[in-house]
């Protein structure tokens, strides 16, 4: 709308919060939880993890905790990578091949790195177990877990890699997160042989690593014989450990996080909170489905079994779509819909209709006509009315896969006819191990049931 003449000029900036990566990010993060918030009890319970991860993701962009995860096959200096960064002996390095055991977290105090704007900000360097460590399935998992919260990732190896290095290597590649490939050890070969092993270092992985990524390291150099010589021009031999070189690591490390840091870390919140919550989605769906299907066979066992038991009362048009309707309405709450009686019972009526049976209370009449004079008898005879009972839990059951997929689909039938989609449902039913599974159930039922027991 145009201003009014006169009137005073607009003093607030127009705003696009949608250039602000972090806002971007945080805003997303708060309403995938939001939305965890609005599940049931007993879905939340079971989203607890992910809501935990969330939040810790929350609290990680805004303190402006950078996170940097080193991977690398056993003993390629991981550990020592990190003491010498860190400039002391913070996590423990050996000979041993597999020793570091768990996933660590080191804050990295003197790395002198502050994200503009946010002065608690923090590096945070991770160690983890080789990647080829021995029964290790459940530490890998840990580590992949650090791998999908970090900013950087950087990849130790020792020598040109081997094939297992390689793949690790491409599939943390995959995560599209910036990336350091180390070459450590160098204090091992000569000048000529790093060289060459930088060359093909930077060849084979032309496509996962970019060159200026590729850095030469000396974490923990071997102990060398020093010659000294004293004011009198006396010498003496002494081995000594020479100081780590890391500085080309630490620098790299710096440029990438100065270039870009916040935006690296908005990004990558972003990505998890999307990965995140698709996982969540996905768990929802698959607990709806479950309870539904709960749900639906309860059902269908109650209407068997109380065909069994009363036909005349079940029978009765009304009494008998009364199991369906309130099955449909427990349905509908599986899916946060509540509705009410009368359009639950149109509903059965629909999908009756469309399953091509004339009324549901009138096709238990039907078939249970034949049935009915046997029902004066003992338990023996009344189970003789169990394959009829069972049917009419069949009927229960169909009514049950429509209205779940009607509750699915957000109460609709996905752009289908009602007819289209019961037919199909009915075509893909095996009914005869839906009846077979529902004639067990009424016999156990009745048989648990004293009033049957004569
Ligand atoms: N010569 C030389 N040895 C190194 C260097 N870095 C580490 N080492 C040695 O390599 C061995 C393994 O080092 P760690 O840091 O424990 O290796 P890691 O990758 O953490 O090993 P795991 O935790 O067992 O997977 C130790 O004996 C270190 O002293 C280096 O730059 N040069
Ligand atoms: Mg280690």
Not at 339 to 344: G, K, R, T
Request: with cysteine.
């Amino acid at each position: 709308m145009s201003e009014e003449a006169g009137s005073p000029p607009s003093v607030t900036a127009p705003e696009d919060k949608s250039l602000d990566p972090v806002d971007a990010a945080l805003a997303s993060l708060r309403s995938t939880l939001a939305k965890v918030r609005g599940c049931s009890e007993k879905e939340r319970a079971a989203l607890q993890r992910e809501v935990e991860q969330l939040e810790a993701m929350e609290r990680k962009l805004t303190q402006g905790r950078v996170e940097i995860v080193v991977f690398g096959e056993i003993s390629t200096g991981k550990s020592a990578l990190i003491n010498a960064l860190i400039g002391e002996a913070v996590t423990e390095v050996d000979v041993r091949g597999g020793w570091t055991k768990e996933v660590w977290h080191v804050p990295w105090e003197g790395s002198g790195y502050c994200i503009p704007g946010l002065d608690q900000s923090q590096i945070v360097l991770i160690d983890t177990p080789g990647i080829n460590e021995v029964g290790g399935a459940a530490r890998g998992e840990l580590a992949d877990e650090a791998a999908e919260r970090s900013d950087l990732l950087i990849f130790v190896t020792d020598s040109d890699l081997n094939e297992t290095e390689f793949t690790a290597l491409a599939g943390l590649a995959a995560r599209h997160k910036p990336i350091l490939l180390v070459l450590n050890k160098i204090d091992l070969y000569s000048q000529q042989q790093r060289e060459q092993l930088m060359e093909v270092l930077a060849s084979r992985c032309q496509a996962i690593v970019s060159p200026e990524n590729i850095v030469p390291a000396s974490a923990d150099p071997r102990e060398l014989e020093y010659i000294i010589e004293d004011a009198s021009g006396k010498t003496r031999r002494e081995m000594r450990k020479p100081e780590p070189q890391v500085e080309e690591v630490k620098a790299r490390i710096l440029e990438i996080l100065a270039q870009e840091g916040l935006a690296l870390l908005a990004l990558n919140a972003a990505m998890y909170t999307a990965d995140k919550s698709d996982r969540i989605a996905v768990l929802r769906v698959q607990m709806r489905q479950q309870a539904a299907q709960q749900t639906i066979w309860t059902f269908a066992g109650l209407k068997a079994t109380a065909v069994a038991l009363n036909p005349v009362g079940v029978a009765d048009v009304v009494g008998g779509a009364a199991v369906d309707v309130s099955m449909v309405i427990t349905l509908g709450r599986i899916y946060g819909l509540e509705m009410a009686w009368q359009p639950a019972k149109e509903l059965v009526v629909a999908i009756a209709k469309a399953a091509g049976w004339v009324m549901v209370g009138e096709t238990i009449t039907h078939f249970l006509s034949s049935s009915l004079k046997l029902l004066t008898a003992g338990a023996a005879t009344l189970l003789t009315a169990v394959p009829q009972a069972a049917a009419a839990g069949y009927g229960s059951f169909i009514v049950g896969q429509a209205a779940q997929y009607y509750f699915e689909h957000g109460a609709s039938w996905g752009g289908e006819s009602p007819k289209a989609v019961v037919q199909r449902i009915l075509r893909e039913t095996d009914r005869d191990s839906v009846i077979a599974r529902l004639k067990d159930e009424v016999r156990e039922r009745l048989q648990r049931n004293p009033h049957s027991q004569q």
